[in-house]
C-alpha cells in the first residue's frame, strides 16, 4: 500500500501504551497511517504518544481514551492483557459497530504465562465476536509477533501473521496493515474459530523463549514459495 493510500485510514490501537500494542502503533505510524492510542486514561494514551512521536521526529500519533480512539477510527486493534478483554470491549462496543475489529489478545492465566490455558469461550477472539456481535467484523491477527521486533525500526520483524475471520474483504483490509510492516507476512488460516490454535502459539513462543534465552521467538509458514 503506498504511503499516501495508508494515510486514508486511521487505526486505533486500543490498549496501545502496553509493549504490543506501543509496538504496533510505532511501525504503523511509521509507514504512514494515522493511528490512535487508546487507554482507560486517555492523558496515559497522550503520554505514550508523545513519546513515540518523539521517536518517529513527527506529530503522528495521538492519544484518546478507548471510546473515543474506537469511535473515530476505520480500524480498531485491542491489545490488551486477557483480564481487561471483556471490559473494554463492552466500553467500545458500540463505537465499533460496522467497523473491523483486530484482536491481538492471548489468554494467558499468570502465573503460567508459558502453558496453554483455553478460556470458556474457547478462544478470546470468539468470545469478542460473541460480546460485540455480527455488527463488528472480528479478526484475530498479531498474536505471535514479538514486542522486541515491533520496536524496533532499523530490524525486520521476519515473521508471519497468522489471520483468522470469517469476513474474507476484512481479512484482505488487515493484511494491508501486514505488508505495512518490514519483514512481516500475511497468512490466511482460516475462519475465526481457527485462532484458538494461533492464540495457543503464544505460550508456546514464550516457552521457547526462556528455554533458548531468546526474547523474540516467531513463527514462518514454510512450502509457501
Same mark, same amino acid.
Given at each position: 500500500?503506498?504511503?499516501?493510500?495508508?494515510?486514508?485510514?486511521?487505526?486505533? *490501537? %486500543? /490498549?496501545?501504551?502496553?509493549?504490543? !500494542?506501543?509496538?504496533?502503533?510505532?511501525?504503523? =505510524?511509521? &509507514?504512514?497511517?494515522? $493511528? +490512535?492510542?487508546?487507554?482507560?486514561?486517555?492523558?496515559?494514551?497522550?503520554?505514550?504518544?508523545?513519546?513515540?512521536?518523539? *521517536? %518517529? /521526529?513527527?506529530?503522528?500519533?495521538? !492519544?484518546?481514551?478507548?471510546?473515543?480512539?474506537? =469511535?473515530? &477510527?476505520?480500524?480498531? $486493534? +485491542?491489545?490488551?492483557?486477557?483480564?481487561?478483554?471483556?471490559?473494554?470491549?463492552?466500553?467500545?462496543?458500540?463505537?465499533?459497530?460496522?467497523?473491523?475489529?483486530?484482536?491481538?489478545?492471548?489468554?494467558?492465566?499468570?502465573?503460567?504465562?508459558?502453558?496453554?490455558?483455553?478460556?470458556?469461550?474457547?478462544?478470546?477472539?470468539?468470545?469478542?465476536?460473541?460480546?460485540?456481535?455480527?455488527?463488528?467484523?472480528?479478526?484475530?491477527?498479531?498474536?505471535?509477533?514479538?514486542?522486541?521486533?515491533?520496536?524496533?525500526?532499523?530490524?525486520?520483524?521476519?515473521?508471519?501473521?497468522?489471520?483468522?475471520?470469517?469476513?474474507?474483504?476484512?481479512?484482505?483490509?488487515?493484511?494491508?496493515?501486514?505488508?505495512?510492516?518490514?519483514?512481516?507476512?500475511?497468512?490466511?488460516?482460516?475462519?475465526?474459530?481457527n485462532a484458538v490454535a494461533v492464540e495457543a502459539l503464544t505460550p508456546?513462543?514464550?516457552?521457547?523463549?526462556?528455554?533458548?534465552?531468546?526474547?523474540?521467538?516467531?513463527?514462518?509458514?514454510?512450502?509457501?514459495?
Amino acid at each position: 500500500m503506498a504511503k499516501e493510500t495508508a494515510k486514508m485510514m486511521t487505526i486505533a *490501537v %486500543l /490498549g496501545g501504551t502496553g509493549k504490543e !500494542g506501543s509496538g504496533l502503533v510505532l511501525r504503523w =505510524a511509521h &509507514a504512514g497511517y494515522r $493511528v +490512535l492510542i487508546g487507554s482507560r486514561d486517555a492523558a496515559r494514551a497522550q503520554a505514550k504518544a508523545d513519546e513515540i512521536n518523539e *521517536v %518517529l /521526529g513527527d506529530q503522528l500519533v495521538s !492519544g484518546k481514551s478507548n471510546p473515543d480512539a474506537a =469511535a473515530e &477510527a476505520d480500524v480498531a $486493534v +485491542l491489545s490488551v492483557p486477557y483480564a481487561a478483554h471483556r471490559a473494554i470491549l463492552e466500553s467500545v462496543k458500540e463505537a465499533v459497530q460496522g467497523k473491523i475489529l483486530v484482536d491481538v489478545t492471548v489468554p494467558l492465566k499468570p502465573p503460567a504465562v508459558r502453558t496453554v490455558y483455553v478460556p470458556e469461550g474457547i478462544a478470546a477472539v470468539l468470545e469478542a465476536q460473541a460480546l460485540l456481535g455480527e455488527g463488528v467484523r472480528v479478526v484475530a491477527a498479531f498474536q505471535n509477533i514479538s514486542a522486541v521486533h515491533l520496536k524496533d525500526l532499523d530490524h525486520s520483524v521476519n515473521c508471519d501473521v497468522l489471520v483468522c475471520g470469517d469476513d474474507d474483504e476484512a481479512k484482505a483490509e488487515i493484511f494491508h496493515l501486514i505488508d505495512a510492516v518490514d519483514g512481516m507476512r500475511g497468512i490466511d488460516a482460516g475462519s475465526l474459530a481457527n485462532a484458538v490454535a494461533v492464540e495457543a502459539l503464544t505460550p508456546v513462543l514464550l516457552y521457547i523463549n526462556k528455554r533458548y534465552n531468546v526474547s523474540g521467538a516467531g513463527i514462518r509458514i514454510t512450502g509457501l514459495e
